[in-house]
C-alpha cells in the first residue's frame, strides 16, 4: 500500500461518488494504491475521469452496487438514510465513513491547509494548489470545484503540504486539525443546520480551535463576521488578518483592474510586494491576498509565493468563460449566495466596461430562497436584465409557500428587468432573444443551470 492509506481505507465504496468533494477523495484515494469503487446518480465527466484511474463507477443507486468485501462505505450529508447502497452496509455490517474523517485521515502527518468561509473556499483552495504546484511544492489538494478538466479537483501529491477546503455546511470541518486555516467571511448561511448566526460563530469558533499548537489562523480584517471571530479566539490561537482594513497585519494597500486582470499592493512585515492576480474581481484579490498570507504562515517565502498565484486563471464555474457567439460572451458563475451574486456581478460590471449584462438565475436549496430571497433579488438588480428559473432542490425536499417568486417580485421591487422562465429548456430561445452583440450573459447558481452555457451558445448562432 502506498504510504498515508488508512488500512480502512483500501477497498472504499463511495456514494454520490461524483460529487465535488466525495470524488476528490475517492481521486486521491485511487492515487494511493486503493480500491476505490462507487455509484453515482447520473453519468457525468467527473465519473469517466474517475474510471479513468481504475475507479469502478455505478450509474444508479442499488444494493447490488455495494461489494461484500468493502472495508467501509463513504458518504456525505447530501446522502438519505433510506439509500439503498446505505441499507446493505448496515445488513452486512460494513462501517459506514462520513466524507469529512475520510479527508481528515487522508490529511493525517502532513502539513493542512484548511480553507473555510461562507464564500470563496473553492477559489482560495485552487489559487493555493496552483501556487504551491508552480513553485515545485508538489502539494497534495482537495477542492470543490475542477480547475481546468472534470476530475481535477484532487491530486495526490509527494510533498509534505495538503490544501483542503473546509466546509462549514455541516460542521464537517470540525474533524480537521489545520496546521494553518483560512477564514475568509462568516454569514448566516445553510439554514436547515444553523439556527442563528450565534450557532454559526461558535461553529467557526470550534474550527479555529481545532488548529494544531503553533499554528496560525488567517483571517479576513475587512469582514464584519470574520472580525468577530477573531475577537471570539484573541488568545486561543495564533492569528494573522488581511485586507484594506488600517490594522490588518497583511495590509491590501490597492486593487488595480487591469482587464480581466487585476494588480494587487500589499504590506507585508513592512515591505511593499506588488503581484498579479489572473482573474477579476476585488473578492478574487483579496482571496489571493488570503491565500498569499496562509502560504507564508506555512513557511513559503512571500517573494516567492506571490508571483507565483499569478498562475492561477480560473476554476470551472468561478466566472468561467464558456463561449462565445454572435458577439454575445457566455460567462459560467457558481454564484448562489447574495454575497456572492453582488461580488461576481461587480466584477464582471468592472471587467465588461459598458456591456450589457444578462444573468440566467437558478436560485438554489428553499430554505435558503425562504432566508434570503430578498437579498437574492436585490443582488440581481446589479444586471441590466436577468431570467430567473425555478428552485434547484438538491437534497431538499419543498417548503410550502417558497418558490423563485420571492425572489422576482424582490428583483422587481429593487427596479431590476426581470422574466420568470419555469421550463429549463426554454432558456436559450429566450435568452437569444434579449441579446445583443457586446452583451455578457452570466448563468448563475449552484444547480444545473451551467448546463445551459452551451445551450446558449448553439441557440445564439441560429
Same mark, same amino acid.
Given at each position: 500500500?502506498?504510504?498515508?492509506?488508512?488500512?480502512?481505507? $483500501?477497498?472504499?465504496?463511495?456514494?454520490?461518488?461524483?460529487?465535488?468533494?466525495?470524488?476528490?477523495?475517492?481521486?486521491?484515494?485511487?492515487?494511493?494504491?486503493?480500491?476505490?469503487?462507487?455509484?453515482?446518480?447520473?453519468?457525468?465527466?467527473?465519473?469517466?475521469?474517475?474510471?479513468?484511474?481504475?475507479?469502478?463507477?455505478?450509474?444508479?443507486?442499488?444494493?447490488?452496487?455495494?461489494?461484500?468485501?468493502?472495508?467501509?462505505?463513504?458518504?456525505?450529508?447530501?446522502?438519505?438514510?433510506?439509500?439503498? $447502497?446505505?441499507?446493505?452496509?448496515? $445488513?452486512?455490517?460494513?462501517?459506514?465513513?462520513?466524507?469529512?474523517?475520510?479527508?481528515?485521515?487522508?490529511?493525517?502527518?502532513?502539513?493542512?491547509?484548511?480553507?473555510?468561509?461562507?464564500?470563496?473556499?473553492?477559489?482560495?483552495?485552487?489559487?493555493?494548489?496552483?501556487?504551491?504546484?508552480?513553485?515545485?511544492?508538489?502539494?497534495?489538494?482537495?477542492?470543490?470545484?475542477?480547475?481546468?478538466?472534470?476530475?481535477?479537483?484532487?491530486?495526490?501529491?509527494?510533498?509534505?503540504?495538503?490544501?483542503?477546503?473546509?466546509?462549514?455546511?455541516?460542521?464537517?470541518?470540525?474533524?480537521?486539525?489545520?496546521?494553518?486555516?483560512?477564514?475568509?467571511?462568516?454569514?448566516?448561511?445553510?439554514?436547515?443546520?444553523?439556527?442563528?448566526?450565534?450557532?454559526?460563530?461558535?461553529?467557526?469558533?470550534?474550527?479555529?480551535?481545532?488548529?494544531?499548537?503553533?499554528?496560525?489562523?488567517?483571517?479576513?480584517?475587512?469582514?464584519?463576521?470574520?472580525?468577530?471571530?477573531?475577537?471570539?479566539?484573541?488568545?486561543?490561537?495564533?492569528?494573522?488578518?488581511?485586507?484594506?482594513?488600517?490594522?490588518?497585519?497583511?495590509?491590501?494597500?490597492?486593487?488595480?483592474?487591469?482587464?480581466?486582470?487585476?494588480?494587487?499592493?500589499?504590506?507585508?512585515?513592512?515591505?511593499?510586494?506588488?503581484?498579479?492576480?489572473?482573474?477579476?474581481?476585488?473578492?478574487?484579490?483579496?482571496?489571493?491576498?488570503?491565500?498569499?498570507?496562509?502560504?507564508?504562515?506555512?513557511?513559503?517565502?512571500?517573494?516567492?509565493?506571490?508571483?507565483?498565484?499569478?498562475?492561477?486563471?480560473?476554476?470551472?464555474?468561478?466566472?468561467?468563460?464558456?463561449?462565445?457567439?454572435?458577439?454575445?460572451?457566455?460567462?459560467?458563475?457558481?454564484?448562489?449566495?447574495?454575497?456572492?451574486?453582488?461580488?461576481?456581478?461587480?466584477?464582471?460590471?468592472?471587467?465588461?466596461?459598458?456591456?450589457?449584462?444578462?444573468?440566467?438565475?437558478?436560485?438554489?436549496?428553499?430554505?435558503?430562497?425562504?432566508?434570503?430571497?430578498?437579498?437574492?433579488?436585490?443582488?440581481?438588480?446589479?444586471?441590466?436584465?436577468?431570467?430567473?428559473?425555478?428552485?434547484?432542490?438538491?437534497?431538499?425536499?419543498?417548503?410550502?409557500?417558497?418558490?423563485?417568486?420571492?425572489?422576482?417580485?424582490?428583483?422587481?421591487?429593487?427596479?431590476?428587468?426581470?422574466?420568470?422562465?419555469?421550463?429549463?429548456?426554454?432558456?436559450?430561445?429566450?435568452?437569444?432573444?434579449?441579446?445583443?452583440?457586446?452583451?455578457?450573459?452570466?448563468?448563475?447558481?449552484?444547480?444545473?443551470?451551467?448546463?445551459?452555457?452551451?445551450?446558449?451558445?448553439?441557440?445564439?448562432?441560429?
Amino acid at each position: 500500500m502506498a504510504p498515508g492509506l488508512p488500512s480502512a481505507m $483500501e477497498r472504499p465504496h463511495f456514494i454520490g461518488i461524483g460529487g465535488a468533494g466525495m470524488s476528490g477523495i475517492a481521486k486521491i484515494l485511487a492515487q494511493r494504491g486503493a480500491e476505490v469503487a462507487g455509484s453515482d446518480a447520473k453519468e457525468s465527466e467527473t465519473a469517466e475521469a474517475l474510471r479513468a484511474l481504475g475507479v469502478t463507477v455505478h450509474i444508479g443507486h442499488a444494493a447490488g452496487h455495494l461489494a461484500d468485501d468493502a472495508s467501509c462505505v463513504v458518504v456525505s450529508s447530501a446522502i438519505r438514510k433510506d439509500n439503498p $447502497e446505505l441499507a446493505r452496509a448496515a $445488513e452486512l455490517g460494513i462501517p459506514v465513513v462520513h466524507r469529512s474523517d475520510a479527508l481528515a485521515a487522508l490529511m493525517d502527518g502532513l502539513r493542512p491547509i484548511a480553507v473555510a468561509g461562507t464564500h470563496g473556499k473553492t477559489t482560495t483552495t485552487s489559487m493555493l494548489a496552483v501556487s504551491l504546484t508552480a513553485l515545485g511544492r508538489t502539494p497534495s489538494y482537495a477542492i470543490g470545484g475542477d480547475l481546468d478538466a472534470p476530475g481535477s479537483n484532487a491530486l495526490h501529491g509527494e510533498g509534505e503540504i495538503f490544501v483542503a477546503e473546509a466546509d462549514e455546511s455541516d460542521r464537517s470541518f470540525h474533524k480537521y486539525a489545520p496546521e494553518v486555516a483560512i477564514v475568509l467571511n462568516v454569514e448566516l448561511d445553510h439554514h436547515a443546520n444553523y439556527a442563528s448566526i450565534d450557532e454559526i460563530y461558535e461553529s467557526f469558533e470550534t474550527f479555529a480551535g481545532r488548529i494544531v499548537p503553533g499554528g496560525t489562523l488567517v483571517v479576513n480584517a475587512d469582514h464584519e463576521g470574520a472580525r468577530e471571530l477573531t475577537r471570539r479566539v484573541a488568545g486561543k490561537v495564533r492569528t494573522v488578518t488581511y485586507g484594506e482594513a488600517a490594522d490588518a497585519d497583511v495590509r491590501v494597500l490597492s486593487v488595480v483592474p487591469q482587464g480581466l486582470k487585476s494588480e494587487v499592493t500589499v504590506v507585508m512585515d513592512g515591505a511593499e510586494l506588488t503581484f498579479t492576480v489572473s482573474v477579476p474581481g476585488r473578492h478574487y484579490a483579496h482571496n489571493a491576498v488570503a491565500a498569499l498570507a496562509a502560504g507564508v504562515a506555512l513557511g513559503v517565502p512571500a517573494a516567492e509565493l506571490a508571483p507565483a498565484l499569478a498562475a492561477y486563471t480560473g476554476v470551472q464555474r468561478r466566472l468561467q468563460l464558456k463561449g462565445e457567439a454572435a458577439g454575445v460572451q457566455v460567462i459560467d458563475s457558481y454564484a448562489h449566495h447574495p454575497t456572492e451574486m453582488t461580488a461576481d456581478l461587480e466584477a464582471m460590471r468592472a471587467a465588461g466596461g459598458d456591456a450589457r449584462i444578462l444573468v440566467v438565475f437558478q436560485p438554489h436549496l428553499f430554505s435558503r430562497t425562504q432566508e434570503l430571497g430578498k437579498e437574492m433579488g436585490d443582488a440581481l438588480a446589479l444586471a441590466d436584465a436577468s431570467v430567473v428559473l425555478d428552485i434547484y432542490p438538491a437534497r431538499e425536499d419543498p417548503i410550502p409557500g417558497v418558490t423563485s417568486e420571492l425572489i422576482i417580485e424582490a428583483a422587481r421591487g429593487a427596479g431590476a428587468d426581470v422574466t420568470a422562465v419555469h421550463d429549463k429548456d426554454e432558456v436559450p430561445a429566450v435568452v437569444a432573444g434579449m441579446t445583443k452583440p457586446g452583451d455578457l450573459v452570466l448563468t448563475m447558481g449552484a444547480g444545473d443551470v451551467t448546463d445551459l452555457g452551451p445551450r446558449i451558445l448553439e441557440r445564439l448562432v441560429k
